[in-house]
C-alpha cells in the first residue's frame, strides 16, 4: 500500500510504501541483495512507480529502499532538504529522461583469419610446410589489426553520437557500458543518460533513429 506524504511546504509530495521493520533490517537487506532473482524484483517495482508518477508530474526519485522510521520522519527528512528538492524538480519539469545506447555490431567473418582448408597427409603432420610458421602469425597480426581497427571505428562513432546527442538535450551523463551478455555478439560502445526538454523530444527521435 502507498500513502501520498505531504511536507510542511506545499510544493511537493511523497510518495512511500508502508512495509514491516523486520523485514528491511540491514541484515535482510543484504541478503536480498544477494539473491539476484528478489533483486531485480524489488527494482523492477522501484522502477514501475517512478516511470508511472513522472508521467504525471515532475518526479525525482529516491534510491531503492530508502527507509524512514514512520511518516513524520519522511516529512522531517522532506523539509530539510527542501531547496534541494525544488531546484532538482523545478530543472526536470518540462522534460523527460531518455536513455542512448550504441552498439557496435559482429564484423563479417573474414576468411583470411584462417588457413584454407586442404587434405592434410601423414607426411603433413610430421614435417610442416616451409613458411607455414610465418603464415600463421601474419594471419594473426592480420585479425588483430582488423579487431582494433573495427573497435575503433567503432568508439569513434559512439563519440560523434554523444556529441551530436548533447547538442539537442538539457544534460547528459556517460555511463559505464554494459557488459556484453552470453550469447550476445553486439558489444556496447556508449551508454548515456539524458535529460530531454519535451520540446526537443522529436528531434532526438529522429537523431537516434537514423
Given at each position: 500500500?502507498?500513502?501520498?506524504?505531504?511536507?510542511?511546504?506545499?510544493?511537493?509530495?511523497?510518495?512511500?510504501?508502508t512495509?514491516?521493520?523486520?523485514?528491511?533490517?540491514d541484515?535482510?537487506?543484504?541478503?536480498?541483495?544477494?539473491?539476484?532473482?528478489?533483486l531485480?524484483?524489488?527494482?523492477?517495482?522501484?522502477?514501475?512507480?517512478v516511470?508511472?508518477?513522472a508521467?504525471?508530474?515532475?518526479?525525482?526519485?529516491?534510491?531503492?529502499?530508502?527507509?524512514?522510521?514512520?511518516?513524520?520522519?519522511?516529512?522531517?527528512?522532506l523539509?530539510?532538504?527542501?531547496?534541494?528538492?525544488?531546484a532538482?524538480?523545478?530543472?526536470?519539469?518540462?522534460h523527460?529522461e531518455?536513455g542512448?545506447?550504441?552498439?557496435?555490431?559482429?564484423g563479417?567473418?573474414n576468411?583470411?583469419?584462417?588457413?584454407?582448408?586442404?587434405q592434410?597427409t601423414?607426411?603433413d603432420?610430421?614435417r610442416?610446410?616451409?613458411g607455414?610458421g610465418?603464415?600463421y602469425?601474419?594471419?594473426?597480426?592480420?585479425?588483430?589489426e582488423?579487431?582494433?581497427?573495427?573497435?575503433?571505428?567503432?568508439?569513434?562513432?559512439?563519440?560523434?553520437?554523444?556529441?551530436?546527442v548533447r547538442?539537442?538535450?538539457?544534460a547528459?551523463?556517460?555511463l559505464?557500458?554494459?557488459?556484453?551478455?552470453?550469447?550476445?555478439?553486439?558489444v556496447?560502445?556508449?551508454?548515456?543518460?539524458?535529460?530531454?526538454?519535451?520540446?526537443?523530444?522529436e528531434?532526438?527521435?529522429?537523431?537516434?533513429?537514423?
Amino acid at each position: 500500500m502507498f500513502e501520498v506524504i505531504k511536507p510542511s511546504v506545499s510544493w511537493a509530495q511523497a510518495v512511500c510504501q508502508t512495509v514491516r521493520a523486520s523485514d528491511f533490517t540491514d541484515e535482510a537487506w543484504q541478503a536480498r541483495l544477494s539473491d539476484q532473482r528478489e533483486l531485480e524484483r524489488y527494482a523492477r517495482a522501484h522502477h514501475d512507480v517512478v516511470s508511472a508518477l513522472a508521467a504525471r508530474c515532475p518526479t525525482v526519485p529516491l534510491p531503492m529502499a530508502t527507509l524512514y522510521h514512520g511518516a513524520q520522519r519522511a516529512r522531517d527528512a522532506l523539509a530539510e532538504e527542501t531547496d534541494r528538492f525544488h531546484a532538482a524538480l523545478k530543472r526536470i519539469a518540462h522534460h523527460a529522461e531518455w536513455g542512448v545506447k550504441v552498439y557496435a555490431s559482429p564484423g563479417p567473418w573474414n576468411d583470411g583469419d584462417q588457413p584454407p582448408a586442404r587434405q592434410v597427409t601423414s607426411a603433413d603432420r610430421s614435417r610442416p610446410a616451409p613458411g607455414a610458421g610465418l603464415a600463421y602469425l601474419n594471419r594473426g597480426r592480420g585479425a588483430q589489426e582488423r579487431r582494433e581497427r573495427s573497435q575503433h571505428e567503432a568508439l569513434r562513432t559512439a563519440e560523434a553520437v554523444d556529441a551530436e546527442v548533447r547538442g539537442l538535450v538539457t544534460a547528459s551523463r556517460r555511463l559505464q557500458v554494459h557488459p556484453q551478455p552470453p550469447g550476445e555478439r553486439r558489444v556496447q560502445v556508449l551508454n548515456a543518460t539524458c535529460l530531454v526538454a519535451e520540446h526537443r523530444a522529436e528531434e532526438l527521435a529522429l537523431l537516434t533513429s537514423g
